[in-house]
């Protein structure tokens, strides 16, 4: 059965299933990029009206809609298509991942301490609201992270990054002077 949240961003709703619908962790979509995109689950949902942005999680996906379109019209095609895709297959939707050129930052100290805050102190939070934060860069004090999910262009986001993750980081990694959202 999916059930359906709001999130702090009006144009984004977060549909969650009792089924793994992701086995490789958090993964977002953009409509702009939908040519790249293999999965045909994710491609038919970029396609439906009004969609731009779709993430997927373990157990949710945060769906973000332009204003051309309302919820009480995409809501029902979103939980149809889902369930639709689960009467069809066993597996989740999202089962194995290419990264392309994903940085391995395991020799900082420094990096591993704000990925290791950024993963049980900030994404579990971010998460709750429909969206992901990734870890990008830290360099002169300054950690730049990629908002994604609801948070992606949510009103709400820059201050959830600066008084939220920006004083979390700050208080668990002193190296941390600012956080800055990268596009």
Known sequence: MIQT???????????????????????????????EIKIPFVKELLNFKGVELILLSEKFISVKKTKEVSWNELKPMVISHLNDYFEKNDEPILKEIKKKGEN?????????????????????????????????SFENGVVKVQLQGSCSGCPSSLMTLKQGVQNLLKHYVKEVNSVEAEQ
């Open 5 to 35: 949240e709001n999130t702090p961003n009006p144009d984004s709703l977060k549909f969650l299933s009792e089924r793994t619908l992701s086995a490789v962790g958090t993964e977002e979509f953009k409509k702009e990029k939908e040519n």
């Open 104 to 136: 391995s930052h395991t020799d900082n100290e420094i990096v591993n301490k704000i990925v290791e805050v950024l993963d049980t102190k900030i994404r579990p939070a971010v998460a709750r609201d429909g969206g992901d934060i990734k870890f990008i």
